[in-house]
């Protein structure tokens, strides 16, 4: 009965800003191309929220090392909605790409987005290439980590500055699980480090 809360509880925290986003007015007039993007976006988000937590094996059914395993999946899943979601407003409107990718973007939502893409792919490549670089697993526990709260952290800023489809309440909510779920793994994991020292 637990897991099905927890995980009822969780699929709810995820769907929400989804479906809130999907079903938003303000997509009335827009293009498919740009609504594809703009949904990637949110899903990328919302698959942030389940990386902390497979990655620490706290979610039912799922211990540590099968956690890893789908935590892998989820993070090739968050790099493709990231370009999906920079490709579509590409496609849509190559100039504020152009301006956001250059740091010349007027909105500072586009700053934090940018940082967080460049910290996505970073963490992939670093995850792709730790058995050829044979780092020591505390090092490159604490470089994937370091480029986790760059993620989390500007991904949260660039979603709750865009006054957009999500809704207020919905995005902030989201956010915050993404936050505490990352916070929450990385003081446990410190607290585990120091027992064993």
Not at 59 to 75: D, E, Y
Not at 89 to 116: C, E, H, K, N, Q
């Amino acid at each position: 009965m637990r897991a099905v809360l927890i995980w009822g509880a969780l699929g709810a925290a995820l769907l929400v800003p989804l479906w809130v986003a999907a079903t938003s007015p303000l997509l009335a007039w827009r293009e498919p191309i740009y609504i594809i993007a703009g949904l990637a976006g949110v899903i990328g988000l919302a698959l942030m929220a389940l990386q902390p937590l497979l990655a620490a094996g706290l979610l039912p059914g799922l211990p540590a090392p099968k956690g890893r395993r789908v935590h892998l999946w989820i993070g090739l899943a968050i790099v493709t909605a990231v370009i999906l979601h920079v490709a579509g407003l590409w496609i849509t409107s190559p100039p504020d790409v152009i301006d956001a990718l250059t740091f010349r973007s007027p909105t500072p939502f586009a700053i934090w987005g940018v940082m967080a893409m460049w910290a996505v792919f970073a963490a992939a490549l670093l995850a792709s290439l730790r058995r050829k670089l044979r780092l020591p697993p505390r090092i490159w526990r604490r470089a994937h980590t370091a480029l986790a709260l760059v993620i989390v952290g500007g991904t949260s800023a660039h979603a709750l500055l865009i006054e957009g489809t999500m809704g207020t309440v919905s995005k902030t909510a989201l956010c915050l699980l993404v936050v505490l779920a990352t916070l929450k793994v990385i003081h446990d994991l410190r607290i585990w480090t120091r027992r064993r020292a």
